[in-house]
């Protein structure tokens, strides 16, 4: 924008992301968005697996195999990470909505026992399912 002058005023910049500097908060806001993101990935796969299973059991034993392979397990441990970290980020906000623990300090050991609740869930699921296989 000129002024009368003919010099020209620089704008302020907005803040953006490489201003500030990650905290475990916003880290784990930015998951949360993105793991609700790759539900809809994931769903697909259970959706596809429950649709093999009512089409009957040569298209259910190949799907089956798919999703048993390496590979498969490696994408279901990926899902139930991601359905577990959103649903742990879910509690964490609900009880944001109550007005408990919007304190810094107490919102930052909240991001991190999100973080650790998730990663310890997922393993005992995980466990828990080839104890009963």
Known sequence: MAS???TKRERPLSPHLTIYRPYPTMVMSIVHRIT???LYVGTFFVAWWLVAAASGEAYFNWVNGILGSVLGLIVLFGYT???VHHMAGGIRHLVWDTGKGLEK???TTFAWVTLAASASLTVIIWIAVFIVR
Request: no cysteine; proline share 0%.
């Open 4 to 6: 009368a002058t003919g």
């Open 36 to 38: 609700g993101g790759a």
């Open 81 to 83: 990470w991601v359905l």
């Open 105 to 107: 300090e107490t919102a």
